[in-house]
């Protein structure tokens, strides 16, 4: 994992060296092994290289010949394949043995879409045909690796996170956008950002920019095109045992492929089952990984049973040992990196010192456990769905009776729930997940009324849900130059998850199993599975998501938002600064803070030290 940055001058004319320069030593913490440079004319590249195939010098990035110049970010886990098949189809010879110079000439030979559809991995590139004077900028299936763009004055510009180009160009925070970051866009949207102008390439597409042409957004891949009705119908048809088999067979290869490594991985545990899961695997695939995990100090502590995982596997663990008053310490700093305000996921604090804690141990890249709550339905809420006609029938016996009366039913039920607020949210957020519905709803037209809304829930969680993770482990894990993995996220995994029918997903217990979904087992495939590498205890544990003292434990103090963007933003006098922050909910306050820090340093442009200084004075932990 590296990062990529770079400017096309689409007009005619010299590409900045220096500015690209700058754009790329901002992000030097996403690649501390090399930073290489290259200007051809119009276009500038920049690279910050996480060295992790083919360690040599060889393999530094721009990569380039006469005419085509490749800056790549991420991993190819099937370039073993691709490069024998282009050895053998074009006898081409191999400089080093690096995914990078595989890309490079899959790129040219079998050109962009041929390679787009062959690739496994996550990733994306900038790709420079100077004869045809037309940039790519592509980004892989899931999104795991960010890409944003920004065009000014004729120019494109690109890099993998905002702050480099936000910092460069001057750009500041819409307000709009960034009010409602509070309400969790920021982290959920695969296009928008805060910034008015600065876009994200969308998972599973490219970017074809060209000369004097407006930038054209090409899909290569579709999450809804993964699914398929016959193979659904098919998967519907076996046993229990076959769609098992298939599943551990597709698990186990996923997680043998993100082994690959010049240089040492690891894995991140939390005592949860999928990440438990994947360092069972990992080691019965004889790989020499080291375990890394963050001990939330007090009531949310799951380090005994990271102890048990250590134990069952004979490996040692290594732990952060996180107190409650280190979330204040590091609130500034992890939201620098974090490139938006912490709303959705504040355990990113924790999450952070984890990564750091595993590049002082010597590794690199670690596995992890995102992705399989998504496509497996793993999420107690999720499971919650099928009661809510149960749970609802004293309300529903009570509102039948107003039917006699249905003025008053309509006055005191009113049946469209759309506020302008949740109507002004969809708008900020262009109305990407209703339209991702709209869409889907075709797609699972054959399929009864429930069964369509629990196959859907896969696919909206892939693109909400997951969004926000894939965010979250890139930038705290580049923060201390750590490439997070994901094998519950290959490619032929995810296809597999879509056209999986509930009843695997979802199964039925003869006990309680978990006061929130009784009788409903969350993730049943890969508890079944899970069943044939760990103990009891972790297989039958139950989903807490990296709990820790969030927003809920922190009291903003009078003064926070004093002279701060929010107040700014909005016009607040003192007196209403004061009056909300006694009379309102805390933890909406907290959140709201949460976008003041960012408003602070990205558009006041206060220093990292100054934000620290201001929160620790007028921000402190209660209730822990």
């Known amino acids: 994992m590296c990062g990529i940055s770079g400017m096309f001058q689409r007009n005619g004319g010299q590409a900045s060296l220096e500015t690209v320069k700058e754009i790329g030593l901002t992000m030097a913490h996403r690649g501390p092994d090399n930073f290489g440079i290259q200007q ?26 006469d005419r085509y110049n490749l800056s790549y970010n991420g991993e190819i886990y099937n370039f073993q394949q691709i490069r024998d098949k282009l050895e053998r189809e074009y006898n081409l010879e191999f400089k080093t043995t690096s995914d990078t110079e595989v890309l490079f000439y899959s790129l040219i030979h079998e050109g962009v879409d041929a390679c787009l559809q062959q690739v496994k991995g996550m990733f994306s590139f900038a790709f420079y045909d100077e004869v045809e ?91 809804l095109d993964d699914f398929d009705p016959d193979l659904y119908r098919e998967l519907n048809g076996q046993t229990s045992d076959k769609v098992l088999a298939t599943f551990e067979d597709l698990f186990t290869e996923s997680v043998r492929s993100m082994l690959i490594s010049d240089a040492p991985v690891g894995a991140f545990v939390s005592g949860g089952i999928d990440s438990s899961l994947i360092s069972a695997v990992a080691t019965k695939c004889s790989a020499d990984i080291k375990l890394f995990t963050a001990n939330v100090v007090g009531k949310y502590s ?37 490139d938006c305000p912490i709303v959705i996921h504040v355990n990113s604090i924790p999450f952070s010192n984890v990564a750091r804690l595993a590049r002082d141990s010597g590794v690199k890249a670690v596995l992890t456990g995102e992705g399989a709550d998504e496509l497996f339905l793993g999420y107690p809420q999720l499971l919650a769905k099928r009661f809510k006609s149960l749970a609802s029938s ?60 629990e196959q859907y829930l896969t696919i909206n969680m892939i693109r909400e849900h997951l969004v926000t993770l894939l965010h979250r482990n890139d930038r705290m894990g580049m923060m201390s130059s750590i490439e997070a993995r994901f094998p519950f996220l290959d490619e032929s995994l995810v296809k597999f998850a879509i056209n999986l029918p509930s009843k695997f997903k979802i199964g039925r217990s003869s006990r309680f199993h978990n006061y929130r979904h009784p009788f409903l087992i969350d993730k049943w495939i890969v508890r079944k599975t899970a069943e044939k590498y760990l103990p009891a205890e972790l297989v039958t544990k139950q989903k807490n998501g990296f709990p820790m003292f969030g927003h809920k434990f922190i009291k903003i103090k009078d003064g926070f938002f004093e002279n701060g963007w929010v107040a700014d933003s909005l016009g607040l006098s003192k007196e209403a600064q004061a009056f909300f922050i006694k009379t309102q909910d805390p933890y909406f306050v907290a959140k709201l803070a949460s976008v003041e820090i960012f408003g602070r340093m990205f558009d006041q ?16 932990i209660t209730n822990v």
């Open 40 to 65: 051809r004319g119009k276009v500038a590249m920049a690279h910050n290289r996480l060295s992790l195939l083919d360690l040599s010098e060889a393999a530094n990035q721009p990569f380039s010949n």
């Open 605 to 620: 442009g206060d220093s990292l030290e100054k934000t620290k200084e201001h929160v620790l004075k007028y921000a402190e």
């Open 133 to 223: 004077d037309t940039l790519i900028l592509a980004r892989d299936r899931m999104g795991i690796k960010p890409l944003y763009y920004y065009e000014k004055g004729g120019a494109l510009y690109w890099a993998s996170e905002i702050k480099a180009l936000a910092k460069v160009l001057d750009l500041k925070p819409d307000p709009i956008r960034t009010l409602f970051a509070a309400n969790n866009m920021a982290e959920k949207s695969v296009e928008h950002t805060l910034f008015k102008g600065l876009r994200s390439v969308h998972p599973g597409c490219y970017l074809r920019v060209a000369k004097n042409n407006d930038p054209q957004t090409i899909t290569y891949y579709d999450v």
């Open 302 to 338: 799951e380090f005994p049973d990271v102890e048990r995982l250590s134990k069952h596997l004979n490996k040692e663990v290594f732990s952060y040992k996180f107190e409650p008053e280190m979330i204040l310490r590091d609130w500034a700093d992890v939201t620098y990196f974090y």
């Open 394 to 453: 004293p309300v529903n016996a009570v509102k039948s009776l107003y039917k006699f009366a249905p003025k008053l039913d309509k006055f005191l039920f009113p049946e469209n729930v759309n506020t302008p607020v949740s109507f002004i949210s969809k708008l900020v957020e262009g109305f990407e997940l209703p339209h991702l519905r709209m869409r889907a709803e075709e797609k699972f037209s054959f399929l009864g009324k429930q069964n369509q809304g």
